[in-house]
């Protein structure tokens, strides 16, 4: 069985997918690791409130184990993540080394890469991160990793624009050298950037690089005096990282595309009628695995991930939201922890999905390689008209991408280039689109998929069309 | 136990820079704890 690619830098074991199922092979230098996090109480706790994932031991001896791990039900990378995620991911792996510290554990590293999203939730997934600490140690030596993957791309993200997929180009985040290059001279002695980029940096550039001793054991003479500054580490990094919580409520060119009726072209009661077939659809077909293509702010997505609007007696569909733009996907975030919905919102453009990342491009699966095939439905809203008048994709592209994605249904609405919305983002161009008709967008999806139902929404030059893919 | 500890300490980059200023903090949060003590102490 081969292992996952995402698996080979820790020299504790393996990880192994197979039908769905996860599976870790622990070596014997990994058991010690796994038996002090499932025999934590921090880590229980944890799994209890769904921040850890759930491990059963399926066998074991002196020199390896067996685990089987809950699967996430849709991988995420903090390329995809909007701030909002990346600031979870990282209080919840501080409350985690907080919590461990407290037994005399700690975590080996801090990398949102130990982290996935279960609808809008993270978990912990990294099980060998756990190692029991010397009671002497005052050292995190994972702090310097949680600065450069959680604490510095949040703030090259709120105070300089600079987007996760760029601050994870490396791996491991961004280092204080790098960050200290965008400051001035005067933002290098703030508070804020003092012990997190400058000390490091000026420290750093006198260090000796051959010089090992720095790297050897550091030890107290008392345990009490190890965890009092142990806790007062963690605190100070729990206070950057609070000062960079995201706040909502930021404008981008999409944030009011929903509440705008001339950016999106829809009066209230047109609006209204797009919501009814919508809602008529999901509750007839209860689709238990969900794509919303161009989320936006989220609205569909939360009708279809709403308990009972989808007709399913067990809750709605499990949702994946994708938009180009970090603000508005940050915005379905929080409306997802709100409602309590099953919703993982990504930031992902269709048109450029996340591409396969890491060695040999195998740690990071692409996008669209998790997507083909995950969903039973997907939802594309006011999209296609964006990527072929934006992106210039050909539109039996689009069909032949919706038929890829899901498994049976897609809804799709199709935009005339008459359509105020399209002409905007056409600029001029409109003889480029005069061959797109509702005659051959009906002729070209019919190539993948069978026309359950359309509605052409009154006054509009738009309609919606639910498809069902042949077989 | 040593063993371990190593392994784990090879696991990530500790950053030389982050790790001496981690180190100058420890150190006068050492100095810290020991005033604290000593305070404690003599109430």
């Known amino acids: 069985?081969?292992?996952?690619?995402?698996?080979?830098?820790?020299?504790?074991?393996?990880?192994?997918?197979?039908?769905?199922?996860?599976?870790?092979?622990?070596?014997?230098?990994?058991?010690?690791?796994?038996?002090?996090?499932?025999?934590?109480?921090?880590?229980?706790?944890?799994?209890?409130?769904?921040?850890?994932?759930?491990?059963?031991?399926?066998?074991?001896?002196?020199?390896?184990?067996?685990?089987?791990?809950?699967?996430?039900?849709?991988?995420?990378?903090?390329?995809?993540?909007?701030?909002?995620?990346?600031?979870?991911?990282?209080?919840?792996?501080?409350?985690?080394?907080?919590?461990?510290?407290?037994?005399?554990?700690?975590?080996?590293?801090?990398?949102?890469?130990?982290?996935?999203?279960?609808?809008?939730?993270?978990?912990?997934?990294?099980?060998?991160?756990?190692?029991?600490?010397?009671?002497?140690?005052?050292?995190?030596?994972?702090?310097?990793?949680?600065?450069?993957?959680?604490?510095?791309?949040?703030?090259?993200?709120?105070?300089?624009?600079?987007?996760?997929?760029?601050?994870?180009?490396?791996?491991?985040?961004?280092?204080?050298?790098?960050?200290?290059?965008?400051?001035?001279?005067?933002?290098?002695?703030?508070?804020?950037?003092?012990?997190?980029?400058s000390m490091p940096k000026w420290l750093g550039s006198r260090t000796n690089p051959d010089d090992a001793s720095i790297y050897k054991p550091h030890r107290v003479d008392s345990a009490g005096k190890a965890r009092f500054i142990l806790d007062r580490n963690f605190g100070s990094l729990r206070g950057s990282l609070r000062k960079l919580a995201p706040r909502g409520g930021q404008q981008t060119a999409w944030t009011g595309y929903m509440g705008e009726k001339s950016a999106c072209s829809y009066s209230s009661e047109q609006f209204a009628e797009k919501e009814k077939f919508v809602a008529d659809c999901l509750r007839e077909f209860a689709p238990k695995r969900l794509l919303d293509v161009g989320a936006n702010t989220g609205h569909f997505s939360a009708m279809a991930a709403r308990p009972g609007s989808s007709g399913?007696?067990?809750?709605?569909?499990?949702?994946?939201?994708?938009?180009?733009?970090?603000?508005?996907?940050?915005?379905?975030?929080?409306?997802?922890?709100?409602?309590?919905?099953?919703?993982l919102p990504l930031v992902v453009n269709l048109a450029q999905p996340t591409p396969a990342l890491g060695w040999r491009?195998?740690?990071?699966?692409?996008?669209?390689?998790?997507?083909?095939?995950?969903?039973?439905?997907?939802?594309m809203l006011a999209v296609i008209h964006h990527m072929l008048a934006t992106e210039r994709v050909p539109l039996d592209e689009i069909v032949s991408l919706a038929a890829d994605l899901t498994s049976d249904l897609a809804l799709i609405e199709f935009v005339a280039p008459g359509d105020p919305m399209f002409r905007r983002l056409s600029r001029g161009r409109d003889e480029l689109y005069a061959y797109l008709t509702v005659e051959l967008f009906e002729q070209t999806v019919a190539e993948r998929f069978d026309t359950i139902r359309k509605h052409r929404v009154s006054g509009a030059e738009r309609t919606l069309y639910l498809l069902r893919k042949r077989a | 136990m040593h063993n371990f500890l190593i392994i784990?300490?090879?696991?990530?980059?500790?950053?030389?820079?982050?790790?001496?200023?981690?180190m100058l903090v420890a150190a006068a949060l050492g100095a810290l704890y020991f005033f604290r003590k000593l305070i404690r102490f003599r109430k």
């Open chain 1, 361 to 379: 491009n195998r740690e990071c699966p692409s996008f669209l390689d998790r997507a083909t095939g995950a969903f039973d439905f997907v939802l």
């Open chain 1, 312 to 343: 399913d007696a067990r809750g709605g569909a499990s949702v994946v939201a994708i938009d180009g733009d970090a603000t508005v996907t940050g915005g379905i975030w929080r409306r997802a922890r709100e409602e309590k919905l099953d919703v």
């Open chain 1, 1 to 197: 069985m081969p292992a996952s690619g995402a698996s080979f830098r820790d020299p504790g074991g393996r990880l192994y997918l197979r039908d769905g199922r996860v599976l870790r092979e622990v070596n014997r230098g990994g058991l010690e690791c796994l038996d002090a996090a499932l025999g934590s109480r921090a880590v229980q706790d944890s799994i209890e409130r769904g921040g850890f994932v759930r491990t059963t031991i399926l066998s074991r001896d002196e020199n390896h184990a067996l685990a089987e791990h809950e699967a996430i039900p849709f991988a995420s990378y903090p390329t995809e993540w909007p701030a909002e995620m990346l600031h979870a991911a990282g209080m919840l792996t501080l409350d985690l080394a907080e919590k461990l510290a407290a037994e005399g554990l700690g975590l080996k590293d801090a990398t949102p890469f130990n982290i996935l999203f279960r609808g809008r939730d993270p978990v912990f997934v990294d099980v060998l991160s756990v190692e029991r600490r010397d009671p002497l140690d005052p050292l995190w030596l994972a702090r310097a990793q949680f600065i450069r993957t959680f604490v510095l791309p949040l703030a090259a993200e709120r105070y300089f624009g600079i987007p996760f997929a760029q601050s994870f180009a490396n791996r491991d985040g961004i280092e204080p050298e790098a960050f200290y290059r965008l400051l001035t001279p005067a933002q290098r002695v703030l508070p804020r950037y003092l012990g997190l980029v």
């Open chain 2, 8 to 22: 784990a300490q090879v696991y990530v980059d500790p950053g030389s820079g982050a790790l001496l200023w981690q």
